[in-house]
């Protein structure tokens, strides 16, 4: 198993969450989160006085999927939050150990 997490762009969320429901993905946490890239941040005018914002709102969607979807759920990722600009986000892939489901007790794949 592998948990997928992909940080990007607030107004992408719904058209993402809607193309991996399409794959087959029937669960996913969803947080909001401020951080910078390579974009560090930039700076707005607000009554006459000009202020830095050095963190920009993202979105990080957290999946936990069999390893053999591993491939589908990124590349759905990648096709659906991809805008061309910078601070499109990215995307880890990282193993998972195990998974226990609280109610039922069951383990694994069964888990997810």
Do not use: N
């Amino acid at each position: 198993m592998k948990q997928i997490e992909a940080i990007i762009k607030p107004f992408k969320l719904d058209e993402v969450k809607d193309a991996l429901t399409k794959v087959g993905i029937q669960g996913m946490t969803i947080t909001e989160v401020k951080g910078f890239g390579r974009q560090k941040g930039h700076t707005e005018l607000y009554r006459g006085a000009e202020y830095s914002v050095d963190f920009l709102p993202k979105v990080k969607i957290q999946i936990l999927v069999p390893d053999d979807k591993v491939a589908q759920v990124v590349e759905t990722v990648v096709k659906t939050a991809h805008t061309g600009k910078i601070g499109d986000g990215k995307i880890f892939v990282t193993p998972v150990e195990e998974v226990i489901r609280i109610r039922t007790g069951e383990k694994g794949a069964d888990a997810i």
